[in-house]
């Protein structure tokens, strides 16, 4: 029975001994997962827009109040403004037609006008005051309304104190009856210059005033100042202030509320991965498993999702690990007990020419050593260097060319020659990979079809491209493949070889080492035997598909 095997190339971008065909799962993965984040709507993270969302609303809630109810309260206060100084506008007015005598120097008559404030005032809504023309008060709303003020005493003790011992901030002092007569005659010292003046500032109470000062005008003589006050301020702040209330309350519930809501979505996972992560780590566990967070469709879903899958592509490594490992021990040990019954025999056999068959039997069982050892270890950095490698686009073409020139350069009379037949118009074609290791499949194909192809046979080798794909073929004239072998012969170690091959000269890790490099460039490697005239095997041709580039 003939099979094809696979030839080594002591090549450092060998492979780790995982196993060849592994699919790219992870990849597949990846792409899925992208998809699913071009279809969620606004660019970016969706749970970061999640948690900007949710710390922005609270603090929008009590800005908008804020500014809103700053903006009424200042209206309420100009409107408050307005409505006295239309007030005092119509009492000076009527002031100054009623109440003044004399030409052609005017005089205001005190009497008069003072029964006129008295009418006009509304003792209830403000505070008015009639000042003549040097400034001094001739009549007081609070003089003439029939009512007697009310006021709470002060405490018996010292307000700051609180009875039990502890001092507390004192209060800030209202100001002095001196200070607000100052401010008083300061506003209508100012109206007495012939122009309106308003604002607000502190009555005698304390409390914020709004007040007016409006000049009795006679032509251009000013004869006095009616000065009107409203000391309910403080009571719309004060409204205004309950009002805000609600504004701040709905914004700490929602930022208690986002707060939860985060540390749920988030905070609450995030350590849930950490412990199952310790887990692993101080159990030696294998893989991660949380299907309650793999569910999530959000950023710490995929975060599961992945440390799952590293986790579970961690484990298969280490079974591969583990099966590479016992396929060595097992590829080494049978050299190494054919070397130590030879080296035993050796010393106890004295006829020349037994001892000359133990002489090459030991070289044999050496050049096998040293061939598995170093693919061995080829095998072993193969990952290493596909992760080191960046891919490039490399002109598959021109690099087969290349290596089928380098085999008809060395060939020997009698050697199994190689010829390279590419389609016609696909020379040019490329691929996204790494030169070395797809070097390397191409040689390890070529290998493994000279080895089993007869003396003065041919090995082809043809590239054409279909469907988006570049499709390699190396095809020779030896035996084929059993059917039942077309998978097996990419397993390690795996080797049949052809009657008169040499013991050893196959490692049984080429074509393994082919279809794993093939895989990490998303690509795909077959074996099939060519056929011709009623079914006769004309020997095996092994298939190399990878992604063409545009």
Do not use: C
């Not at 003044?100 to 205001?108: F, K, L, N, R, S």
């Not at 469709?297 to 280490?318: K, P």
Request: net charge neutral; glycine share 8%.
């Amino acid at each position: 029975m003939a099979s094809a095997t696979d030839t080594a190339n002591p090549d450092p971008q060998a492979s780790d001994g995982l196993s060849p065909d592994r699919p790219s799962s992870g990849r597949v993965a990846l792409e899925k997962r992208a998809a699913r984040r071009r279809y969620r709507g606004l660019p970016g993270s969706r749970l970061g827009r999640l948690i900007l969302a949710l710390n922005l609303l609270g603090l929008a809630i009590l800005v908008v109040g804020a500014l809103v109810l700053n903006e009424v309260r200042q209206g309420l206060v100009n409107a408050r403004i307005d409505s006295l100084s239309t007030q005092g506008e119509l009492i000076a007015s009527i002031l100054n037609q009623a109440a003044t005598v004399g030409e052609p120097t005017p005089q205001m008559d005190a009497a008069l006008a003072t029964e006129l404030l008295q009418t006009l005032s509304n003792p209830r809504a403000q505070r008015a005051r009639l000042f003549d023309a040097e400034g001094r008060l001739v009549a007081d709303s609070e003089w003439m309304a029939d009512e007697v003020e009310q006021r709470d005493l002060p405490p018996a003790r010292d307000r700051a104190d609180d009875g039990r011992g502890f001092q507390l901030m004192p209060r800030a002092a209202p100001p002095t009856r001196h200070e607000v007569q100052a401010a008083l005659q300061s506003e209508v010292k100012a109206a007495l210059q012939g122009k309106p003046q308003s604002g607000m500032r502190r009555g005698d109470r304390g409390k914020r005033v709004v007040s007016v000062s409006i000049p009795i005008q006679h032509v251009r003589a000013v004869l006095g100042v009616v000065t009107l006050e409203a000391s309910d301020v403080d009571a719309i702040i004060g409204q205004e202030r309950r009002a805000l209330i609600p504004f701040i309350l709905i914004a700490v519930l929602v930022t208690v509320a986002s707060s939860l809501l985060l540390n749920s979505l988030v905070a609450q996972p995030v350590l849930r991965l950490a412990r199952a992560a310790d887990r692993v780590r101080q159990a030696r566990a294998r893989a991660i498993s949380l299907p309650d967070l793999a569910k999530r469709d959000d950023e710490v879903g995929d975060l599961t999702r992945s440390l799952e899958d590293m986790t579970h592509a961690l484990s298969e490594r280490m079974d591969a690990i583990e099966a590479f490992a016992a396929d060595v021990a097992h590829e080494i040990r049978n050299p190494l007990t054919s070397l130590r019954s030879a080296v035993e025999t050796l010393d106890i056999v004295s006829d020349p020419a037994a001892r000359e068959r133990l002489m090459n039997v030991l070289k044999n069982d050496v050049q096998r050593l040293d061939r598995l050892v170093t693919d061995i270890s080829n095998a072993s950095r193969l990952d290493a260097e596909l992760s080191r490698d960046q891919p490039k686009p490399v002109d598959l073409g021109r690099l087969i060319g290349d290596i089928v020139s380098l085999y008809q350069a060395t060939a020997r009379a009698g050697d199994v020659q190689v010829v390279f037949a590419p389609h016609q118009g696909v020379e040019a074609t490329r691929v996204l990979g790494r030169e070395g290791p797809l070097s390397q499949i191409v040689r390890n194909l070529i290998d493994n079809a000279r080895s089993f192809s007869p003396p003065g046979g041919t090995v082809t080798v043809g590239l054409v491209r279909m469907k988006g794909e570049a499709i390699v073929t190396v095809s020779d004239d030896g035996p084929g493949i059993p059917p039942e072998n077309l998978e097996t012969v990419f397993e390690r170690f795996y080797t049949s070889r052809p009657k008169g091959a040499a013991f050893g000269g196959n490692s049984g890790l080429g074509l393994s080492i082919a279809r794993q490099i093939a895989a990490a460039h998303d690509g795909t490697l077959r074996a099939e035997n060519r056929t011709g005239a009623e079914g006769k095997v004309l020997g095996a041709m092994f298939t190399l598909t990878l992604p063409a580039l545009p």
